[in-house]
C-alpha cells in the first residue's frame, strides 16, 4: 500500500516516451491520443502527491523520482510543440536551463547528508499549471492563439519562481553555515 504513490510515479515515467509516439504517430487522432496520455500523467501526479501526504507514504524514491517525473513530461510535451512550431525556440531554451539547473542542483541537495530537498513554491506550481494548460489548449485547439499568452506567463512565472529557489538556497546556505560555525561545525 505504501508504494502506491511511486508506482503512479512510475506510471508517469512511462508515460513520457508515449506522448511523443503518439503525438507524431499519424493517426488522425494524433493529437487527442496525446491529450490523453498528458492528461493521464496530471491525474497521476495529483493523485501520488495526495496519497503520499494523506497517508504519510512519503519516501526518499517519491521525494526525488516525482518532481522529475513532472519535469521530464513537460518538456517532452513542450519539446514535441516546439518541433510543430507552436512554440518559439527561446521558451524552450528557457525551460531546458531553468530545469536542468533545478534537477542538478536538487540531486546535490538530496544526497548531501541533510537531504534537503527544495520544495516546489507557489511560483513554480502557479508556471507549471499554465504550461500545462498551455499544452491542453494547443492539443484542443492548435489554431487558437490564447496559448501563447499562457506560455508567455508561464515562462515568467518559471523565471520568478527560479529566482525565488535561488534567493532561497542562498539564505539556506549561509543560516546552516552560520548553525555549523556556532555548533563547533
Excluded at 508506482?7 to 507524431?24: A, Q, S
Excluded at 546556505?173 to 556556532?182: D, G, W
Aim: proline fraction near 4%.
Amino acid at each position: 500500500m505504501k508504494n502506491i504513490p511511486n508506482i503512479l510515479t512510475l506510471v508517469r515515467l512511462l508515460l513520457v516516451p508515449v506522448f511523443p509516439i503518439l503525438y507524431f504517430s499519424s493517426d488522425p487522432n494524433a493529437l487527442i491520443y496525446a491529450l490523453i496520455i498528458f492528461i493521464i500523467a496530471g491525474i497521476t501526479d495529483v493523485l501520488d502527491g495526495y496519497i503520499a501526504r494523506k497517508f504519510d507514504f512519503v519516501t526518499q524514491i517519491g521525494i526525488v523520482f516525482d518532481p522529475l517525473a513532472d519535469k521530464l513530461m513537460l518538456l517532452t510535451a513542450l519539446t514535441c510543440l516546439y518541433i510543430d512550431a507552436f512554440i518559439p525556440l527561446w521558451v524552450l531554451i528557457v525551460m531546458y536551463i531553468k530545469e536542468l539547473f533545478m534537477i542538478t542542483a536538487g540531486l546535490i541537495l538530496f544526497f548531501k547528508k541533510e537531504k534537503e530537498v527544495m520544495p516546489a513554491n507557489v511560483f513554480g506550481k502557479l508556471a507549471t499549471m499554465m504550461f500545462s494548460l498551455a499544452v491542453v489548449l494547443i492539443l484542443i485547439s492548435p489554431q487558437t492563439n490564447l496559448f501563447q499568452y499562457l506560455i508567455f506567463l508561464a515562462v515568467s512565472l518559471k523565471l520568478l519562481a527560479f529566482s525565488s529557489y535561488v534567493v532561497s538556497h542562498i539564505r539556506y546556505t549561509k543560516s546552516h553555515k552560520r548553525s555549523n560555525k556556532h555548533s563547533g561545525g
